[in-house]
């Protein structure tokens, strides 16, 4: 029984750190999923989203009673001479007498007071135009952190391709690499046996040598862009990144996205400029409304005591309370100069918006093109690459036998390799040209879903 419970609980050690050691592999959805929740440029994004609600309620605040409450006490130090003569002594009452002596004593007075006051608001179409401005602004910062995750999207993506790219391109540089260091044991079992030219071993070491600085050099570029991949995701750079790999294998069977019609209110940039309009057109009702009265009510309590005694047993009061009507007379053509201004930036929105709205409208269209030159090339190149593979493989075969040259086999292999990396090179265009038009269309959310 005890061997039995031994077993086990190596049997558990053993799996726990196989699944410990096991790396995660990231593929595109996981990565930008990450980046919203871990992304520096997203998080301030959202601080700036909490600002502005915080603005929002600090307007409104003021829409509310404002109270506030006084308090303040005084030591007075005195110092009487009172020189009164005797014939007005003998003039006073005797009965006012014990005051002048007790006048005479004085030396301090304290003093305590305390007090409320209340004002409303209770019509003022400026505050009322404020809070609307704040509300769109709101609005405006939650579309700027839209617009930072698209970016971050696009980013992340065409990194992602990139480097996806560069391990197939890599994969062909090792199996190229391979089948080339067979041709070196050949070539050197020919030369060891009279059968060959040292020159032809020779040509195959430099092209070994020049494949294996290619691999070094295409290594170090996938190394520098996955670490650019965890800048961009908010993943620690000492950390390690395993990202899938597979996404190039479909690229044949994903024929080009269908395109609708060209709907610029879908384009973040637009709305963005849309809702700068609005708080434009809210800036200038809000100068407007500068030339209407404002009306306040207000209310005030306060309380004081006087004593020669630090001791506050006697209180004096008063409330006050009334309604302040502000009518504005003459600014000296301030507003009416604000006006002019809000004019001008409007009309330079508008010119705006129609520059983008051209802008975004070409590359909308270019894009079209960009996925279907890019697809037709992947089928062509495609094609082409297997052509490549079946003369090399035919013509190893015949080096071999002896039917044909070495040069004939390094052409061969040169060729191959050409055909590869410009199969890939159509892969990242294809990718790349299917982000351009999801960043055309506005749908770029749509590689998360």
């Given at each position: ?23 995660k592999t ?30 929002t ?19 007075m130090f ?8 005797a014939?007005?002594?003998n ?28 004002t ?18 709101e ?25 996806l790219?560069?391990?197939?391109q ?19 079992l ?14 195959i ?15 170090n ?7 650019y ?30 395109v ?14 849309q ?7 809210l800036?200038q009702?809000?100068?407007k ?38 009518i ?22 508008e ?12 590359e ?13 090339a992947?089928?062509?190149?495609d ?14 075969l ?52």
């Amino acid at each position: 029984m005890k061997r039995r419970v031994i077993i086990f609980f190596l049997l558990t050690i053993i799996t726990w750190n196989a699944g410990a050691q096991e790396k995660k592999t990231w593929n595109l959805k996981q990565l930008i999923q990450y980046s919203f929740e871990n992304s520096p440029m997203i998080r301030i994004a959202k601080m700036k989203i909490d600002e502005s609600t915080f603005k929002t309620r600090e307007t409104k605040s003021k829409q509310l009673p404002q109270i506030s409450g006084t308090v303040g006490g005084q030591a007075m130090f005195i110092n009487l001479k009172m020189d009164i003569p005797a014939a007005m002594i003998n003039q006073i009452p005797s009965q006012y007498l014990p005051i002048i002596d007790a006048i005479r004593d004085i030396d301090k007075l304290y003093s305590l007071s305390g007090g409320v006051q209340l004002t409303q608001v209770i019509y003022n179409p400026q505050l009322r135009n404020g809070i609307l401005t704040a509300k769109s602004a709101e609005d405006l910062y939650r579309l700027s952190e839209t617009q930072q995750k698209e970016d971050l999207i696009y980013e992340i993506a065409s990194n992602y391709y990139q480097i996806l790219v560069n391990f197939s391109q890599l994969a062909v540089i090792e199996n190229n690499y391979q089948n080339l260091n067979q041709a070196e044991k050949s070539a050197d079992l020919l030369y060891k046996n009279d059968l060959g030219k040292k020159t032809d071993l020779n040509r195959i070491k430099v092209n070994i040598i020049n494949l294996g600085t290619q691999k070094e050099q295409l290594q170090n570029a996938i190394s520098k862009q996955i670490n650019y991949l965890k800048v961009l995701c908010g993943i620690p750079v000492n950390d390690s990144l395993e990202i899938d790999r597979n996404e190039p294998a479909n690229i044949q069977t994903n024929p080009p996205l269908n395109v609708a019609t060209f709907a610029p209110e879908s384009r973040t940039e637009y709305k963005s400029l849309q809702i700068q309009k609005n708080l434009e057109a809210l800036n200038q009702k809000n100068i407007k409304a500068g030339y209407q009265p404002s009306l306040a009510a207000f209310g005030q309590a306060s309380y004081q005591s006087y004593n020669t005694k630090f001791s506050f047993n006697q209180w004096s009061n008063n409330e006050v309370i009334g309604l302040s009507l502000s009518i504005p007379i003459f600014d000296g053509g301030e507003k009416r100069s604000k006006i002019r201004q809000s004019d001008f930036k409007t009309n330079q929105l508008e010119e705006q918006m129609k520059q983008t709205i051209s802008q975004m409208e070409s590359e909308y269209r270019n894009s079209i093109n960009e996925v279907r030159t890019s697809y037709n090339a992947i089928l062509a190149q495609d094609a082409n690459k297997k052509l490549a593979t079946d003369i090399y493989e035919q013509t190893n075969l015949q080096y071999k036998e002896g039917m044909s040259n070495l040069t004939d086999l390094l052409d061969a292999e040169t060729s191959l390799r050409t055909t590869q990396d410009a199969y890939d090179q159509h892969v990242l265009d294809f990718k790349i040209a299917n982000l351009n038009l999801l960043k055309a269309q506005g749908k770029l959310n749509t590689i998360i879903q």
